[in-house]
């Protein structure tokens, strides 16, 4: 069931505050879920831009700082400041570069960042560390690397601060991206954000039973059950699942508040609808109905209509004989409008039908070779026509001009019509007549029916749309 349009253009003034209250607080929580569904894949942009929001966000997320990338992190800064108090000559710095060492060579091999799904990072750790120490050799070992990295001879002969600026500036945004997600009992990944959610789905769960039972009262056809299905894009907000689809009861209750109008975007999506659906359509619709004649005269459908119209009196809805007034109408702009405008061609063609029907003649021959005589023939040829011409017309404008006339004309018509209907219902005739229909049907099926499913389905629905402005005025 979809909804009325009653229900559906801008709520009348008195309510429109509600429906603007509501779809803001629609478009909110969306908003909210979209954050939420893309919070994982965009942590790093949020982690390193605004930190705020992964100490806010990550809670609801279950995600914590990973317990051994933590801990890397964690050494670098002790080895920094056991630098800063005795130098490279610091017993206590020759303990921390093992430590390192070490955690460099677990980290490896065990892949912290697997949990994360940030393997690519831990490859990109190993292919910097192993651009840094050995150039372009990029078959050396990651191992071998980290391990000359963190070694006491490396530091002192390329400089403390500068190899510590390179790890600092190329592998610790990697390492502190990186993170630990809780799991529940459910064998998922830890999600609180239903705890943000709820508070919106108890707010659009009691307006949509408010709403649909005021529309139940308003609307005494509608049971509660009808009004509910009427308002079926409003349960897409109460679904702790699928919550992408809450895109749908936003978009139709930004345009119910006057926001925004999705007019062009139904008529765009309905349009690519039906021009995908038409040409088929189309094609099915005329080879059914062309089927259908052909089954109808195949029966003898078409003979037992003549026989019956010829023995079934015309029934006359308006007192006026339709055929008769046009055939009368279709004379009369004959004779009136068409007749003079051609009249010059007619007069050359009996001109010309004249002459070679004269010339064909020994004697007008010899008539035209007589002196003193010349031009004479050719003159009462032109003479001729345009009398036979002139008086053909004045004939029947004398005939349309009198009332006799004019119902000789229509006694013409009318008995022609009765005896050529008369002809066709002959037994011979029909059968021939009834073959010739069902070869014709045939053949515009075959030759026509595809083309006619083909043409241009965008200027139909453009004529669709400018008839439906129209209708607006």
Same mark, same amino acid.
């Given at each position: 069931?979809?909804? !009325? ?36 894949? =965009? ?12 100490? =806010? ?165 509608? !049971? ?40 062009? @975007? ?8 039906? !021009? ?12 059914? @109905? ?14 037992? =209509? ?122 011979? !005739? ?13 053949? @515009? ?29």
């Amino acid at each position: 069931m979809t909804p !009325s349009p009653a229900l559906n253009k801008v709520p009348r003034r008195k309510n429109l505050w509600f429906e603007r209250v509501m779809a803001i607080v629609a478009t909110a929580n969306l908003g909210l879920v979209a954050f939420d569904l893309t919070y994982v894949q =965009w942590r790093d942009f949020w982690f390193r831009h605004v930190p705020v929001v992964t100490q =806010w966000y990550d809670p609801i997320k279950g995600i914590e700082p990973h317990r051994d990338t933590t801990q890397y992190l964690q050494a670098v800064d002790a080895l920094k400041q056991e630098l800063q108090q005795g130098g490279l000559q610091n017993p206590q710095v020759a303990q921390r570069l093992q430590e390192l060492r070490d955690r460099s060579t677990e980290m490896i091999e065990t892949n912290p960042f697997a949990v994360a799904n940030k393997s690519g990072a831990l490859e990109k750790i190993k292919n910097r560390m192993r651009d840094q120490i050995f150039g372009q050799r990029r078959n050396e070992s990651a191992r071998q690397a980290f391990n000359q990295f963190w070694s006491e001879t490396y530091l002192q002969q390329k400089g403390v601060d500068r190899e510590l600026q390179f790890f600092d500036r190329e592998i610790r945004p990697l390492i502190a991206v990186n993170y630990y997600r809780t799991i529940g009992e459910n064998g998922e990944f830890t999600d609180y954000f239903w705890q943000l959610d709820l508070p919106f789905v108890i707010l659009f769960g009691l307006e949509f039973l408010a709403r649909t039972f005021y529309i139940s009262r308003k609307y005494k056809s509608l !049971s509660w059950l009808d009004a509910m299905l009427w308002r079926w894009y409003d349960v897409f907000l109460l679904l702790p699942f699928w919550r992408w689809l809450r895109t749908i009861p936003v978009a139709m209750r930004l345009e119910q508040a006057g926001f925004v109008s999705w007019e062009r @975007v139904r008529a765009q999506t309905s349009q690519g609808l039906i !021009s995908n659906i038409s040409e088929e359509l189309a094609e099915a619709v005329v080879v059914q @109905v062309i089927d259908r004649v052909q089954r109808s005269i195949d029966r003898g459908e078409f003979s037992r =209509w003549m026989a019956h119209t010829k023995s079934r009196p015309y029934l006359d809805l308006n007192q006026r004989d339709e055929i008769q007034e046009l055939t009368s109408h279709a004379i009369k702009i004959t004779v009136y409008k068409v007749l003079p405008r051609i009249k010059p061609d007619l007069e050359a063609l009996l001109r010309h039908n004249v002459e070679a029907i004269l010339n064909q003649s020994p004697a007008y021959q010899g008539l035209k070779a007589m002196p003193l005589i010349g031009d004479l023939p050719r003159q009462i040829n032109e003479r001729l026509v345009t009398d036979v011409t002139e008086g053909a017309y004045s004939a029947i404008l004398t005939v349309l001009e009198d009332k006799a006339g004019v119902e000789l004309i229509n006694k013409l018509v009318k008995n022609f019509g009765q005896a050529l209907m008369s002809e066709i219902g002959d037994q011979r !005739s029909l059968q021939e007549v009834q073959s010739l229909i069902s070869d014709l049907l045939e053949e @515009v099926k075959v030759n026509y029916v595809r083309r006619l499913s083909s043409e241009d389905v965008e200027g139909v629905l453009e004529e669709a749309r400018q008839i439906r402005r129209l209708d607006k005025r």
